[in-house]
Structure formats: C-alpha cells, structure tokens
C-alpha cells in the first residue's frame, strides 16, 4: 500500500485544526493508501531552498513569521484535561518522523505523494519551509500536491513573492481553500490553482456523528441550548451571546479558547469528539471560527457569525469566512453589535445542494492526482 504523508497542523487546541487534519488522514484513507502526518523533517536540505527561506525572512519586514501561530502543532501547551483528550486524539494517526538522511532515503521510495494539507499553513504569518514542501525542491519521482491550503489573508508581502513562487512552481496541482488564495497564486507564480472544499466537508454528516461517539463525556445539558464558540473574544462577543440569550431564551454553553467564558454552561475540558457533539445537539451556534461555519453548514444548523478582526488589520483573515458565507448565499448571518435579529431560519435546501457538488468537486481533485502517477 503506498503511503501518501500530509503536511498540516494536526495538533492544537483550535478544534477546527484538528478536525480539518482528521478528515484529510481519514479520506486519503478511505481511498486505499496509507496515510501519515510529519511531524519532523531533519535530513539534509538543499542549499538553494535553505537559502531562498532564509533571505526572504530577512527582507520581510511585515509581520510575524514563522514559529508564531499558537494552534501550531509544536507549540508549547498546558497539561491539563482539554490537553490529554487532544494528545489521544491525536493518537488517531500515523506519524511520520524524517530525522536524517538515512530516514528519508528508506521512507522515500514508498511515499506516492506529499500534501500540504489544509488550515492557514500558507499565511505569510505564520509559514514554516515544510508547508511549502521545499524539502521536495527538484524531486520529480514524489506527486507534490496541496489540498485546501489557505493563505488566510488578503494579500502576501511582495518581500516573499519569490519564496512563494520558487516552491509553488514545483507542484503537480494545487487546491486551495478560498478563491481569493487561487488568484494570488495566479499573480505571483502563474500556476493555476483549483479552489476546492476545506477538508472537514469530505466526510458525512453521519461520519462526524459516528466520531463524536468516541467522545465518552457525557454534558448534564439542557435539551435546547445555544453553542457559543469563540477563537478569540472580547466584551463585543459577550454582549452578542447575551442578546441572542435574551431574543432566543436558549442558555448558554460556552467554549472560549482566548478569555475566561461567561456562559450558564461553560466547557473547559472539551476534546475535539466532545467539541462535534456540543456543535451537532445546538439549537442555535454563535462563533467567531472558519471551522464552526463549515461544520454547523455538515449538520445543518442555525449559526451566526461574529467578525474577529478589523477589515483595516493588516493582518486580517476575514476573507475566508466573507468567501464561505458568501459561497452559500449566507452573507447575512454576520451579525453586529447593533444588528442581532436571531430570527430568520436557514433554507438548507439549495446550501445542501451546494455542498454537495463542491464536495463531488473537489474528492475528484485529488483522486484524478494521486491516480494519474501511480
């Protein structure tokens, strides 16, 4: 069985970075190989993508670059409850460990293909050389694809358009997240890049369901309850939760990743099984998370949504939830401070039908990929 290795986040108390990773392992899969997450590469790089890498991080001058994303899979992280459940979790998958030449050289000649696999593992941010695969530079005998990659931003510093197009040149096929992701690969390197679904869409509503079972932890809930999961948060979260508590009368079960939560319920101990179980059950969801769109989307449930950031942040990663919302004529469930209006239900009809081709879509983008070379 040949094995194919993704190149992602996989291990992070993000819940949507850990789903996302999953649903990629689990249809490579379902589609007959055998699948691994790298966790470490260490043999020898060539000196020309050592040396690209380095000299656009001395010239780039905006923002933070790598080592700096907190959901990364090598962050420094608390041991407490959520944590344990996030470690078993991740016991789940196969990893791949390239520590020196000798590795590479006996693992090499059974990997198909190399993914760099969905999440922001192309924001300019928070970039690291492996998202790119540079350690694949020249090496025509390994498929070099990427499936739901997302830039995140606007716009990426013109200090690392080289870098960016030196390695995205060397890919068989690229599949990005957002639409707005294929047009910068288009200006800056002059490759064409398919936009398919983020990875948490490849499986079922019924797939999700059966993975929650594993969760084990059982919430004393009541029956009707609103779900408010924030990335960050801020006083402006709150005050939102609040009115939609107050329109709605559903109580509040809370996770808050960035600040302490204020909610009737609030989850501090959330694995990502318990995180599908407390998502799927919600009568109404409030978030600020690409990833709880996508999946409230997979279950059909009523969601809103709060905008993170400033649209004048440099920094700004709402473009990915304009598109997504955008994608499914769902633009009016972001809400403001000022405009709540917990009212109007969600047609599923047509959405449903959506998903349903940009699914078809994109599982034969990387069907037609893999096959193509073996």
């Not at 993508?49 to 962050?75: D, E, P, Y």
């Not at 509503?205 to 004393?220: C, K, M, N, V």
Request: hydrophobic share 40%; charged share 25%.
């Amino acid at each position: 069985m040949m094995k194919i290795c993704i190149v992602t986040w996989n291990k992070s108390r993000n819940y949507g970075t850990c789903l996302q990773s999953y649903a990629l392992y689990r249809y490579i899969e379902k589609m007959g190989y055998e699948p691994y997450i790298l966790t470490k590469f260490h043999a020898p790089y060539k000196a020309v993508c050592v040396g690209h890498f380095v000299r656009s991080k001395v010239k780039a001058l905006w923002g933070r670059m790598v080592h700096t994303k907190k959901n990364s899979a090598f962050a420094n992280q608390p041991a407490d409850a959520q944590w344990g459940k996030i470690i078993r979790f991740s016991r789940r998958f196969n990893e791949m460990a390239i520590r020196n030449r000798r590795d590479w050289n006996y693992i090499r000649k059974d990997i198909l293909a190399f993914i760099s696999g969905g999440d922001q593992i192309w924001n300019p941010n928070y970039l690291s050389r492996s998202s790119l695969l540079d350690f694949l530079y020249g090496q025509k005998d390994i498929i070099k694809l990427s499936y739901g990659t997302s830039i995140g931003v606007m716009d990426i510093p013109n200090q690392l358009h080289s870098l960016y197009r030196t390695f995205w040149k060397e890919y068989d096929a690229i599949g990005v997240r957002e639409k707005r992701a294929a047009e910068l690969i288009k200006e800056i390197s002059g490759c064409h890049a398919e936009v398919v679904v983020d990875p948490v869409f490849l499986l079922s509503d019924r797939e999700w369901t059966a993975f929650s079972t594993h969760s084990g932890q059982l919430y004393d809930l009541p029956k009707d309850y609103m779900f408010c999961y924030f990335v960050d948060a801020n006083e402006r979260y709150f005050e939102c939760a609040g009115a939609m508590k107050a329109e709605t009368g559903y109580p509040i079960v809370m996770i808050s990743l960035e600040a302490e939560g204020a909610g009737d319920y609030v989850i501090e101990d959330a694995g990502p099984e318990d995180y599908i179980t407390l998502l799927r059950n919600a009568s109404v969801i409030l978030t600020d998370s690409y990833h709880a769109i996508a999946l409230s989307l997979i279950f059909n449930r009523e969601f809103y949504v709060i905008r993170r950031f400033s649209d004048a942040d440099i920094h700004s990663e709402n473009s990915r939830v304009y598109e997504i919302l955008k994608e499914y004529g769902l633009e009016w469930r972001m809400i403001e401070k000022s405009n709540i209006g917990f009212h109007k239900c969600i047609d599923y009809t047509s959405v449903n039908v959506k998903i349903r081709n940009n699914v078809a879509n994109s599982k034969n983008y990387l069907e037609k990929n893999l096959i193509r070379k073996e």
